[in-house]
């Protein structure tokens, strides 16, 4: 009788001892949720300085000079900012141009097309052409400003003393 008061005082105790490991690992899983939920702010706002060049059709504009880039998630090397985490984005962009040409530009969120904006130099000066949009991305989802197919050529100009082409984006609200 003794040895099964025994067995039963052990398959007891591995039963309470698993039970602990189940709440804890629960816990644990429970507490990095939490800590998930709890992330650091996400946006970035970079321009392109001191330069003048053409781009042609689909060209993804590399905004290289990078003022805000929270979280790391702007790339200034080829333009692509990747969502790390699903939730509702915004972004803004300007873009300056010169020369007798439409410049229109597209932002682009994993092969989509959400918004556009464009602008007509046709005399003195430089003009710009801005937009701000808001979409819903996935965790992963790549968006970065192009050009698109109105002009076969695109006059950019952005120097510090004249308008900057700019581009901005921060997570607003997550899923």
Known sequence: MSRNVSLLLVLTAVCLFRSVSLQNDQSA???????????????????????????????????????VNEGGHYNKYDGVFVAPREGTYMFSWTVSGSGTTYTVTELVVENQVISTAGEYHGGAGHSSGSMTALCEMKKGDHAWIRSTGVSTEHNLYSHDNYPQSSFLGLLLLTE
Request: hydrophobic share 45%; net charge negative.
């Open 29 to 67: 899983t429970e507490f990095a949720e939490l800590k998930e939920e709890k992330k650091e702010p996400v946006m970035f706002y970079a321009v392109i300085r001191e330069k003048t060049f053409t781009f042609n059709i689909d060209t993804i504009l590399v905004f290289e000079t990078v003022i």
